[in-house]
Structure formats: C-alpha cells, structure tokens
C-alpha cells in the first residue's frame, strides 16, 4: 500500500533527530571541506556561529557559548566532573532525563543525585531542596514529547542545568533563568549530529574553573579546555566541518526570519496542527496532556497498529514517525522542528488520515 502522491509532503522528513536539513544548505564550497580547523576559513564559521547563537538567545554580557564533539551525550559525562560541587538534585521523565541522571550516579567523585521523578508523559522541576549544588532538567523530554518552561532552580549558588538539545532554537526561553543551557545541532538547528553546544553563564564558568582546577577530568570531558578552545573559536579536537556548515546556514536563515520569537510562533503553529488533528481523529490521542505538550516533538497514541502505519508512510516517502522504542507505546512521534514547512505538515496529516481509512476496519 502506498500514500497517494497527491497527499505527500513535499519533504517527508519528520524525524525527531537527525532531522530535516533543507536541500540547499547541503551544499558547501569544495574548497572549505577538508581544510585545517585551525585556520581563519574554518573557525571564521564557528565564530559567526557563536555569534549568532549569542544574537538568537538575545544572552546577557558574560554569558559565552561553548561548543565540543560528542553531542549533547557527552555533556552527561562532564556535568558530574566540572559542575557539579557534590550534591546534584535530577528531574527525569523520560529516557534522556534519565540518562543523564544515571551518569552522576555512575560518577565515582560526587554523591548519587537525589532524583525527582514524573511518569512517561508528564514532566516536573526538580524539588528545592537544602545542600543541592546542581539541579538537572530537560526543556524537552525528546523521548516523551513534554516540554517544560526553562526556569531557574533555587537560590543563591546553586546552578541550574537544562538539557535543551530538542528545543533550543524553537522554543523562546529567558537565557537567566539557566546557568547551563545545552544542546546538540542535529534536532531544531537542522544541521548533522557530532557536537556539543552550552550556553554557559557567569556562575557556571566560575563553577568549572574552581571544580577543573582542583579535580582530575580526563580531558574530552573537561569544560574548560572546552571553553578555552570555543574562546578562540576552535575545538579541542578536530570537529565535522558539514555540521558546522549546516549549523551556520541554518542560523542564518533562522535569524533572517525574524529570530527565536519566529521560530518560537513557527513551531507552536506546526504542533497545534499535530494536536488538533489527533483530537478530532477518531483513532489517534495526543499522549502528553494539555500543560506539557511539546511544541517541537508531538506524540500521538493510536488505536490502529503504529508500526504498520509507520512502514506505510516509510514506503511512501515519510520518514522517522515512530514513537520512542524504549517508551513501548503504540504510538507516533512528530518532529516540528523549525526546519519543517506548515504545509508539509498538514500534508503529513492528511496523508495519514488516507493511512487510517485503509487500515480502519469497515
Ligand atoms: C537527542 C538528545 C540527546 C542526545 O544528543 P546526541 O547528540 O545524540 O548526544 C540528549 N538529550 C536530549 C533531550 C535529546 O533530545
């Protein structure tokens, strides 16, 4: 069975990461690729990259960007060594909140993180609580499709660290309300996976220069030769120049656009129409309820067999709507990252509703 061309979105690329890179970003200068990032052409890029990060978050004076190889995963490694002093408190809700929780417990050098925990599909802060010095949370629960506004946990000198690699560049958040705020490019920023990238505020750079100085942290994971090396817009070791290509095009055109409040509007817009559809289809249920529903990753439960209408849409041209594997729901899962065209998007769903009307039984 195949989806009728007519029905088809242009581009059928709604994967939750990788994600859609539009067509003609892909294309780069022969002669850039495959040259030294140690030279002006290269770190030319990641400083324009730094800069229009810096510009889309509207970041107050001291806050730096600091970027690495390793993707958002490795940066569940170096939370334990380089932020956390001793005692970290974990919201998880989801597999990826989860993750990197479980990588503060694994640490060997800091106290097992006190865990506040929400079902699959609802979402909490974690609990203020006396002697935290770090508290863990993701804006978007990739996972799950929950989203929760990014807000500053406690006071005084605890910091707050927000895993944003799903939302950052489509959700509009107050850069003050994190101390760390980080991300990988492959999801909004519609560029390929391999980097890390942390919006780093006054208190968490001074956390890392006073934990680096007096601990050892192998090298890969240390945040501060990472923000040395981002200082002088290089990396420790040698990054994937396509992604900062990609990277930076995209910035581009996000700023071009009108910048985060933009995409922020763009990507409300586009998940509206995910949730307004399941709502009114009489066999697909929205999974996450009202108050934490994502704007950028919209779940949907279904009562027809998930894999089957994913294998169809996939024959057809539709790419990467399977629910999370490790959620073990009947389920699809939407990306709405800006990258994403509305009419795509009412394509999809039109496509799925023909989907549903072949598999529905009569
Ligand atoms: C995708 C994702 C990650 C992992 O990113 P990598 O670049 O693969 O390391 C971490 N956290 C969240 C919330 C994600 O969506």
Redesign the pocket.
């Known amino acids: 069975m195949l989806i009728p061309t007519s029905l088809l979105p242009a581009d059928g690329r709604f994967g ?2 990788p994600s859609k890179v539009p067509a003609d970003h892909a294309s780069l200068d022969p002669r850039w690729i495959g040259t030294s990032h140690r030279q002006a052409p290269v770190k030319d890029v990641v400083g324009r990259i730094r800069e229009g990060l810096t510009d889309l978050f509207g970041l107050p004076d001291g806050y730096e960007i600091a970027l690495g190889n ?7 490694d170096a939370i334990p060594f380089c932020l956390v002093e001793d005692r970290a408190r974990a919201a998880t809700f ?1 597999q ?2 989860a ?2 929780a479980s990588a503060i417990t694994k640490n060997p050098f800091v106290h097992d993180p006190e865990i506040d925990e929400a079902p699959a599909g609802s979402a909490t802060l974690p609990t203020i609580s006396d002697g935290i010095d770090t508290y863990l949370y ?6 799950t499709g929950a989203m929760l506004p990014v807000a500053r946990c406690g006071d005084g000198e605890a910091l707050t660290v927000v ?5 950052a560049g489509g959700v509009s958040f107050d850069p003050r309300e994190a101390d760390v705020y980080y ?5 909004c920023f519609a560029s390929d ?4 990238f942390a919006v780093l505020s006054p208190a968490a750079i001074a956390r890392i220069h006073t934990l680096t100085s007096k601990r050892w942290v192998p090298d890969i994971l240390n945040l501060r030769l990472a923000l040395e090396n981002s200082r002088k817009n290089q990396t420790l070791n040698t990054p994937a120049l396509a992604t900062l290509h990609l990277l930076d095009r995209q910035l581009d055109w996000m700023l071009a656009e009108g910048g985060l409040a933009a995409m922020d509007a763009r990507t409300t817009a586009m998940s509206d129409l995910v949730y307004e559809w399941a709502e009114r289809t009489e066999w697909a249920h929205p999974f996450v309820a009202d108050q934490y529903r994502s704007q950028v ?1 919209a779940t949907i439960d279904v009562d027809l067999p998930a894999d089957e209408i994913s294998a169809i849409c996939r024959r057809s041209g539709i790419v990467d709507i399977d629910g999370y594997r490790g959620l073990g729901r009947n389920q699809l899962r939407v990306a709405t990252f800006p990258a994403t065209e509305p009419d795509d998007v009412r394509a999809l769903l039109e496509s799925l509703s023909w989907v549903g009307q072949q598999l529905s039984p009569r």
Not at 70 to 76: F, I, N, Q, T, Y
Not at 138 to 143: A, L, M, R, V
Not at 193 to 196: E, F, T, Y
């Open positions: 939750a990461g390793g993707g958002a995963s490795l940066l569940w989801g990826f909140s993750k990197a993701p804006q978007n629960e990739t996972s895993d944003a690699t799903s939302a991300f990988s490019p492959q999801k996976g391999g980097l890390w990753v």
